[in-house]
């Protein structure tokens, strides 16, 4: 079981975290298999001492364990799985625009879309401090404004770079295709809601456990 070169492949992860799906979904296209190991981040079972100083010394998941290694950061986890796989584009400008949207989705995607989908449908508004809800505005709108940039490049492409699919689309399909449970409406988004369609057609896709 595990990698390409028979090494024990273990996935540290939450299981409703889209961090840890673009793992598991880039495991499922390449037909590896890998142990899973949970971690209830609302207890704050990945900021224990022995958690901090084995797995990850950031506190989060998703890491891939690679044998006796371990590999934090979702985007880097999924790379470690595909390389010289046909999710990384051969050609070397390629290559670099697809770091460029995987990028992109950690800066401008992520931290206001899947904020928004943990506050809204796990943490709950109620919960939340004035911190937090004070952000609540600005995430939205930060949010769509990536939801649009999107939906512009995917008009006349179908996937982010090149003509397949690439470990740009896997990052950003985790968070997009449950944008909706933060409160954006993807409906706005025809050219993003083709994009999914044809991502969840892909062989080997695994849909998120959520
Ligand atoms: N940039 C990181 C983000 C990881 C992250 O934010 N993980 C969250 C869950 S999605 C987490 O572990 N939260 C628990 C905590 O911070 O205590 C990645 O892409 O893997």
Not at 48 to 53: D, K, R, V, Y
Not at 92 to 113: C, K, S, T, V
Request: net charge negative; charged share 25%.
């Amino acid at each position: 079981m595990g990698g390409m070169n028979g090494e024990r492949l273990v996935l540290h992860e939450y299981s409703a975290s889209g961090n840890c799906y673009k793992v598991r979904l880039t495991a499922s296209l390449l037909g590896l298999n890998l142990e899973r190991r949970e971690y209830d981040i609302l207890k704050g079972e990945t900021r224990t001492p022995q958690f901090l100083a084995t797995v990850n010394a950031n506190g989060r998941i998703p890491v891939l364990q690679v044998g006796e290694r371990f590999l934090p950061e979702s985007n880097a986890a999924c790379f470690y799985l595909a390389d010289g796989s046909a999710l990384i584009p051969a050609d070397r400008f390629e290559r670099a625009d697809m770091l460029r949207w995987m990028g992109f989705e950690q800066y401008n995607h992520e931290p206001n879309i899947a904020t928004m989908r943990f506050w809204v449908a796990y943490v709950g508004e109620a919960n939340l401090t004035d911190a937090q809800r004070d952000q609540i505005p600005a995430k939205r709108i930060a949010g769509e404004a990536a939801l649009r940039l999107m939906d512009e490049h995917l008009g006349d492409r179908p996937y982010f770079v090149g003509n397949r699919l690439t470990l740009a689309d896997i990052a950003l399909y985790a968070y997009t295709h449950v944008a909706g449970e933060g409160g954006f409406r993807l409906g706005d988004y025809p050219n993003v809601e083709a994009w999914l369609d044809r991502v969840a057609a892909t062989p080997g896709y695994v849909a998120m456990e959520a």
